[in-house]
């Protein structure tokens, strides 16, 4: 079903648009794995990685299901590829509470590709009059000049941020210095790491220090870079900078597609302090949560992709090792399934999530939360040494935390 027997059609005046795959077969995107001897997690993770990097044919559906069984313990587990022209997070999580079960006594097998696409709320139905079609071009020729008007806000901030007529009221785009390893032109190879936390270890820490998860979250993600760095002898002297989707959903949204927008956000100056990095970062997401509020949702997303599409430019000009980068990493958070999910009545323990590199950057880190646990999935070139070791460094800086929090 739709989209997964779509492909991108990139060819016609209408620019990129979705077209049916006229030779569809279900064979080209199904695969099992399964190895001579069992697999450890570790080496359960570094398949996946040597299956996250190849780029998919762009003449079939952009996805592939890959079920690597003979993992140590009698477990086994589901790598998803897809691309993100098909979905955001939010879509994905729906369509995973679509097609697995909240009963361990489920046996009815939905999988995502089969699923019924969502009905679309308010569909026409018989003829249009004249009047209500003169005014839907007009409020569409008004939402154009609102989302007109929220671009060039965007686009003056930047500029007064950039010519010292503001200090910190936002991050400027294409400004991040090459002093790490984690930006710059992608190289060959892929490492998966994965950490997690308990949700309730999160939640005591968010309500004590009235901050949000979010906050709590990127202060330790903040605070374990800048000492994954400092264990390979960079000590930076300026704050790590991190693109950061925002979900623009609003409640007359369907659930399917893409609905989001990427910002910029400097996270807080170096610091032993976990405490007073978790306060500047709140600081900082309250900026720029007020300038995403600041402009309709579709200002934000048009904006995205013109720096997307920059982005993409310098990447194909083969400039992005010689021009300043946007930012060092990704970081994003999806909420997710809040009880445990079944497949044929085998429990899903765990849930990482696996995102995709972007122009200039050799890092991606991705938040998930599960049945009460929140997973962190990082995916980053193969020279970036150790990745496991940052992944563990995030949990070792909520207990940091926790214990600052605590001798205050």
């Known amino acids: 079903t739709e989209p997964f027997n779509l492909v991108i059609n990139f060819v016609g005046l209408q620019g990129p648009h979705w077209e049916y795959c006229q030779d569809f077969s279900i064979d080209q995107h199904l695969f099992y794995h399964r190895p001579k001897r069992s697999l450890s997690w570790q080496e359960a993770k570094d398949l996946a990685a040597a299956l996250h990097e190849p780029l998919m044919d762009r003449d079939k559906p952009l996805w592939e299901f890959h079920l690597i069984d003979g993992i140590k313990g009698g477990r086994f587990a589901i790598y998803l590829k897809l691309h993100h022209a098909y979905a ?134 903040d605070g374990a870079m800048h000492r994954y760095l400092a264990a390979s002898g960079i000590v930076l002297d300026h704050p790590i900078s991190i693109q950061m989707p925002v979900n623009l959903r609003t409640d007359g949204d369907g659930p399917a597609g893409n609905k989001l927008g990427i910002t910029l956000v400097d996270l807080a ?58 930012g060092h990493t990704v970081v994003s958070n999806v909420p997710g399934p809040v009880h445990p999910l079944y497949l044929l009545g085998s429990r899903v323990e765990r849930m990482y999530p696996i995102s995709t590199l972007a122009p200039g950057l050799r890092l991606n880190i991705t938040m998930f939360s599960y049945a009460g646990v929140l997973h962190f999935g990082l995916v980053g070139t193969r020279d970036l040494e150790n990745l496991q070791d940052l992944a563990d460094l995030v949990v070792d800086e909520f207990e940091a935390l926790e214990n600052a929090v605590a001798s205050r």
Not at 165 to 185: Q, R
Not at 283 to 312: C, D, H, W
């Open 269 to 326: 100056r170096p610091t032993d302090d976990p405490y007073r990095r978790l306060r500047e970062i709140g600081y900082k997401l309250r900026n720029v949560k007020n300038q995403v509020a600041g402009v309709p949702g579709s200002s934000f997303e048009q904006f995205t992709i013109l720096v997307a599409g920059m982005s993409e430019v310098i990447d194909k000009l083969q400039l992005t090792d010689r021009l300043p980068t946007n």
């Open 88 to 221: 955001d997070g939010m879509t994905m999580t729906s369509w995973l509470n679509r097609s697995l079960s909240e009963s361990p006594e489920g046996y009815d097998l939905a999988p995502v590709w089969e699923l019924p696409p969502p009905r679309r709320s308010g569909a026409a139905s018989g003829k249009t009059s004249l009047t209500s079609a003169l005014g839907k071009l007009t409020g569409q020729a008004w939402r154009q000049v609102l989302t007109a008007g929220g671009i060039a806000k965007l686009s003056a901030q930047q500029y007064l941020e950039r010519s010292g007529l503001t200090h910190e009221a936002v991050a400027l785009l294409f400004s991040t210095a090459k002093d790490t390893p984690m930006t710059g032109s992608a190289t060959p190879g892929r490492s998966i790491a994965t950490s997690s936390v308990a949700m309730d270890r999160l939640n005591r820490l968010r309500k004590s220090t009235c901050s949000t998860l979010n906050h709590v979250a990127l202060a330790c993600i």
